[in-house]
């Protein structure tokens, strides 16, 4: 396996095949992050591969410092808070949601866990959400997410409680409006 | 269960099966863009220029402001001795010394054909680098030029012989060694400004000789150096690609 040192003076040479090899080798966590954002999911592709076309764009310019993905879902990230802008009004269409429901016990459970935390989620503030994402999903260590998001590490620890904290009191509220309706 | 566990599951739950179809055509967009990107972009001459400031290394800078402070430093110490402020000429051609190995790091480190074949053309390059020289051996010589006729007295003329016009011969020297026909090394043209030294140091301690040159001479003799330095200068840029292995027409990619 190349490194991304490699691949990136490879790409700049317009070798082909380490394009290749780029996409591949980031689609998935770029991928992953971009449906954890965005529930729409031909959407989240779209992101995914406009996160790609931004990196490639200014490829020229990159100057390789050991941290690659962490540029790329800082691109990711900045076109998923586009996106929030733009759906912030459009209220959840809940049909969606419940035609993913199962009758088995345990998947009902599953799934109403689903929908609480994507509705908790979606209420937190982007910053939170962000490091909570990163944190939880991606699973990047608190260094790289200081890295991604071009923050403190302090303020990443802090921003972690802070989320966990107000995503627990969000749950608590969702799950009682849930089962209260 | 915790919130721990919720968001494992969670994350569980959301599980990403990448489309090789939606795959491909990222490898595809993401070439296409870096393409086009690629197409679009030149190197401006700002660009160039920064980026030929970075090749070079700063030490000869550090150096030269070096020796202009150790000049300063034996004329204020030495103030009333004439010979001191004479032999002025000798710091001259060590600070154009100074500048040989940058101008000969092509040739000595064999990259002319490299360079040769780069998007800028040699030619360009010494330009460049006789540019950000002359920009920062000017900026030098004017301060301590300056510093030297207000804070220790001397008049304009005294510092043009004995500063400005050594200084221009050494680099008349230097770079008519660099456009000579025959492929002479640094060695030789620090050779040559050494012995030009000596011949100053001679001339200038010989009171004699000294007192038969008057000012109008000495105007004459710094402006036939700068007419000689411009055309040394106009002939190292018209004939730096002939120092090639093979005539630059004939490179082959």
Known sequence: MYSDFLLIRKMKQGDDTSFDLFVRKYYWEISTYCHYHCPDKEYAEDLTQETFVRFFTKLSDYRYKGKTLNYLYTISSNLCKDYFKKIKEIPVEETELIGEIKPEERQMEDILNKILMEQALKQLPDELNEVITLCYFQELKLTEIADTLQISLPLVKYRLKQAKVQLKKLLRKEGKYEFGR | MNLEDKLMTYKNMIQVQPQEKRIQETIRKSKETFFASEQKRILSYHEFLWAQLKAIQKRWWVLQLLLLLVLWTVLTSAYEDIYIKRGMGVIASLFVILIIPELWRNRS?????????????????????????????????????????????????????????????????????????????????????????????????????????????????????????????????????????????????
């Open chain 2, 109 to 253: 480190c064999q990259c002319m054909e490299i360079e040769a074949a780069s998007y800028y053309s040699l030619k360009q390059i010494y330009a460049a680098r006789m540019l950000l020289f002359g920009i920062t051996d000017i900026f030098l010589i004017t301060i301590f030029c300056g510093t030297a006729s207000v804070g220790l007295h001397f008049e304009l003329s005294e510092l043009m012989v004995q500063f400005l016009f050594p200084l221009s011969v050494t680099a008349c020297i230097c770079f008519g060694t660099l456009c000579s026909k025959y492929s002479f090394s640094e060695m030789m043209a620090i050779a040559l400004c050494i012995i030009w030294s000596a011949v100053w140091l001679f001339i200038i301690l010989n009171e004699s000789v000294y007192a038969m040159i008057t000012f109008p001479i000495w105007l004459s003799l710094l402006g036939l150096a700068f007419t000689f330095l411009v055309i040394a200068i106009y002939r190292t840029l018209k004939c730096c690609n002939k120092y090639l292995e093979v005539s630059f027409d004939e490179i082959r990619t």
